[in-house]
């Protein structure tokens, strides 16, 4: 599975860490930035990660900022981009499970390494239902 990530300044440290522990499980990484703690704007690479995503380029992505707030509203502005802020694994699961996300954001000021690395291998190994309920409500969603 090929794996979009992205980030801005505040979330680079982790990114980079995020990066590593994917590389180890197998995953193959489109880096779409950033690359230093300079400062940046974090839409560019929010919305960089989600067209990598919704082109089909990736299966999934991932986007860091300081508090996962800002870069997951850019990245949801990406049709077909169905992106789930997440501090707990719980939400991970769900939304996987329920709203069949495929992007994850997070905040590097919010989560540390250990938390990081549990939301991102509950994500990507957790399935969509398929539930026809929830499939009805995604639908809605994408009108």
Do not use: W
């Amino acid at each position: 599975m090929k794996i979009a990530i992205g980030c801005d300044h505040g979330g680079f440290e982790l990114k980079e860490k995020v990066v590593a522990h994917l590389k180890e499980k197998g995953y193959e990484v489109k880096d779409c930035g950033c690359d230093s703690k300079a400062s940046v704007d974090y839409p560019v690479y929010g919305k960089a990660a989600a067209e990598a995503v919704a082109n089909g380029e990736c299966e999934k992505g991932i986007v860091i900022c300081t508090t996962g707030i800002g870069i997951s509203i850019s990245a949801n502005k990406v049709k077909g981009i169905r992106c789930a802020l997440c501090s707990d694994t719980l939400s991970a699961k769900m939304t996987r499970l329920h709203n069949d996300a495929n992007m994850l954001a997070f905040g590097a000021g919010i989560v540390g390494e250990n938390l990081a690395f549990d939301l991102v291998d509950t994500f990507l190994t957790t399935p969509f239902s398929g539930e026809e309920r929830h499939q009805r409500r995604i639908d809605l969603i994408e009108q």
